[in-house]
């Protein structure tokens, strides 16, 4: 089982992702936004059911050294967009996964170190391979 960090702003494709990766045997940490508190520790903008005003959003420190993956959109609610968040999650030791609708997108937080990426309407089928492949490589490491 892989703690899989989701940064995704759209309720749509997190709930398909949340669920798949839930119902293959990962833990799913969703959040919608994040924004730098240290090398280790950001704060994350959470999810929630109502629109609200960036400023009123719940926020949330996240300590990255609990997860194995980030899974990450490119753009996002808050201070960071994925391709800044990018390289300070695999500074903390995540494997990134770039997931955005735009392939130009996902070949700029590949440019900034995510290992690999997927079209977001492809993630259902791509991501069981990669997170196993990602599982697999912890275990071989581990």
Sequence with gaps: MLNVLLI???PVP???I???LTRLGHSVKHVVGMRRASASQFWALLPTEEKLELKD???EEVDLSQFHVAIVDGMLIGK???WDAVPALVRAGLTCIAISSEETL???MQEQG???ACVKDRCAFVLPSLLSSVQQSLEKAG
């Design 18 to 20: 949340s669920g798949l």
């Design 57 to 59: 959003h719940p926020w």
């Design 14 to 16: 997190a709930k398909t």
């Design 114 to 116: 995510a290992q690999c």
């Design 106 to 108: 996902n070949k700029r």
């Design 8 to 10: 995704e702003d759209n």
């Design 80 to 82: 960071l967009h994925g």
